[in-house]
């Protein structure tokens, strides 16, 4: 089945700085979405992204569908940021297949 | 518009009790699906319904567990009986697989069973 990396594994920041995640998965998809998962478990939707680029706020998304990678950008991090970040992609079916996701830590 | 509902959100039970799960998607949502998540194999999918039909239940562990769609407004995945090592938080999500096809996921639901 599809493979799905995220790079790096932990990150961690101080308030204000920026910040890149990386997604590369192993075949072509249908669907690519970014989620945040809060320190409350919640997982938040963050990007809807199966191609091309989206903006919302101080976060931003690139998906290079033919290159097989998506990209997450933080700018000006702060506390709330916190958390962590999965990536999950859909090959030929409904099914989400989740990298192992990102752990951000962003200091005061 | 509320968001995926589940219930409960945390259940502690004991081992050879059983569990059943319950998720009422978006409504208009006409995808429902079942996942774990545990820290050694983190987030899987267990098993999806597609307007009230199982497409693909191999995610589903083993026998002792089961889920129904009864109506696009309802589903429960119950675990029979139960055992420690099911201890997870089991999230339900939506979609409209006519549209865009992305997912929603409700709050979760923390089970411990001891």
């Known amino acids: 089945g599809i493979q799905v990396e995220q790079s790096p594994p932990d990150l961690i920041l101080q308030e204000g700085a920026n910040s890149t995640l990386r997604c590369n998965f192993s075949?072509?998809?249908?669907?690519l979405q970014w989620f945040h998962q809060n320190p409350w478990g919640q997982l938040i939707n963050l990007f809807y992204i199966p191609s091309g680029t989206k903006q919302n706020g101080r976060l931003s998304a690139t998906t290079v569908a033919t290159e097989r990678y998506s990209l997450l950008y933080i700018s000006s991090s702060q506390t709330t940021d916190s958390g962590v970040y999965f990536c999950a992609v859909q090959g030929g079916s409904e099914k989400l297949v989740f990298g192992k996701g990102m752990k951000l830590t962003v200091n005061p | 518009d509320a968001g995926v509902i589940q219930s409960p959100r945390h259940e502690v039970t004991e081992m050879g009790q059983e569990v059943t799960l319950r998720c009422k998607p978006i409504s208009g949502h006409n995808s429902l699906f079942w996942y774990r998540q545990t820290m050694m194999r983190g987030l899987e999918l267990l098993i999806y319904f597609n307007n009230n039909v199982p497409i693909d239940d191999s995610g589903m562990p083993e026998d002792r567990f089961s889920a129904k769609m009864p109506n696009a407004s309802f589903s429960t995945l119950k675990i029979q009986p139960s055992e420690p090592r099911d201890s997870a938080v089991y999230f339900c999500a939506s979609s409209f697989a006519g549209g865009s096809g992305e997912q929603y996921f409700g709050p979760g639901t923390r089970l411990t069973v001891t």
């Open positions: 075949d072509s998809v249908n669907n």
